[in-house]
């Protein structure tokens, strides 16, 4: 498979270039179909594509990671070419790419293709959902990945998780939210289910790939921004425009990233090359929850005493009306569909057990131990 691509500068690139570059159109021509991959002697050229720019940190170079651990394992038989966002595709074409055979794989936020339909969201984030740990019971052991197959298999893709962010931050604000009225008229980057809520909240969400979200803060045409924790925010300076830094992510509480592959040239993969590829993603995922629990401690120091950044905490009339509003979207979004209905279900199910358990051990411990040892805020 030979193609011409543009292929961007992976070093030197100051801020607003990066995220301009991030933002742009397709600059390489389509690949032939994933059905019939190129193979030589063995070894064969994979192809993907996600939504995060070249090097960004944890998201991206998560997704850089996996692409180059993938080669590595295979010692070059199963060779990636890995396209960061806008190098190849947009940003939200990543899943199409996939889907009609023009590329392998794709690293995302499931709730990205919540449009195609809307129980992707489920396995992103769900707001007031579970958080990393449950999750993970959820799609290994209670039916999750089984139901994400099912949902898959209707575009042609299967999904692995890809990463996790942990709780986020509950986003970027230009002033102080002191109620739920503070909602009503904002206009919010915000994508997935998420963005459903505020809407019942009188907001008004806008869907943005990364790279495009600061020049849309700095012309005033959000008024705010959510995106992921200190680390991955460290990037962004949001808080040249928005000094407000709220949390917990009510939005967000425990989001999965995830790869999406094309299923029939999954299926046609020998055993031994799925499991590789499944091996690789599950590194992949749990190394990127470590990275940020490990660093974003340090981050949000900076953004405190170095850029004056404002940490704030939602108040509890803001968590209620969120809640409600949550409740509602819910109930909507079960109407889609049975395969919809069957998601929320499984995942309400295994989050009051596993929240059940977590709740005796775990919180309770987390509770205690920061109590008498004086941690946290």
């Known amino acids: 498979m030979k193609q011409k691509i543009k292929q961007q500068d992976k070093h030197g690139m100051k801020r ?5 570059k991030a933002a742009v159109g397709a600059t390489g021509v389509a690949a032939a179909t994933v059905a019939a991959p190129a193979i030589s002697q063995g070894r064969q050229e994979i192809v993907m594509v996600s939504t995060w720019p070249r090097d960004f940190p944890a998201l991206g170079t998560n997704a850089q990671r996996f692409a180059q651990r993938l080669t590595d394992m295979t010692d070059g038989r199963l060779n990636v070419q890995y396209f960061a966002s806008g190098e190849r595709v947009k940003a939200f074409d990543s899943f199409d790419e996939v889907a009609s055979g023009n590329a392998h794989i794709y690293h995302a936020a499931e709730y990205y293709w919540k449009g195609k339909h809307p129980g992707f969201a489920y396995f992103a984030s769900v707001p007031f959902g579970m958080i990393a740990p449950e999750c993970d019971a959820w799609i290994r ?14 575009f042609g893709v299967k999904g692995f998780v890809g990463g996790t962010s942990g709780v986020q931050m509950g986003g970027w604000f230009r002033k102080e939210m002191n109620s739920a009225d503070d909602f009503k008229g904002l206009k919010f980057r915000i ?4 963005g459903d809520v505020l809407a019942k909240m009188g907001a008004s969400p806008v869907s943005l790939p990364g790279g495009q979200i600061y020049e849309n803060l700095v012309s005033g045409a959000i008024d705010g921004t959510e995106w992921a924790g200190p680390l991955m925010d460290s990037i962004m300076k949001f808080w040249e425009v928005a000094k407000y830094y709220y949390y917990p992510g009510l939005h967000e509480p425990g989001t999965i990233l995830g790869f999406g592959v094309n299923k029939a040239w999954y299926d046609g993969l020998p055993k ?15 190394e990127l929850f470590s990275e940020v629990n490990a660093k974003n401690p340090g981050w949000l120091q900076k953004f405190i005493t170095e850029q004056g950044v404002v940490l704030k905490k939602f108040n509890e009339d803001i968590v209620d009306a969120f809640g409600e509003a949550a409740e509602e979207v819910f109930e909507e979004t079960r109407q889609h569909s049975d395969l ?5 279900d499984n995942f309400r199910e295994s989050m009051r057990a596993v929240a059940g358990w977590l709740s005796i051990a ?3 411990y987390f509770k205690q131990r920061n109590r008498v040892l004086g941690i946290g805020i």
């Open 340 to 344: 919809t209905r069957r998601i929320d």
């Open 362 to 364: 775990e919180v309770e």
């Open 141 to 154: 052991w209670m039916g999750g990945q089984e139901l994400w197959d099912e949902l898959g298999a209707e």
């Open 272 to 286: 031994s090359d799925q499991l590789v590829i499944e091996a690789c993603a599950v590194q992949t995922h749990f």
């Open 191 to 194: 994508p997935g289910l998420g």
């Open 16 to 20: 607003r270039g990066f995220l301009k």
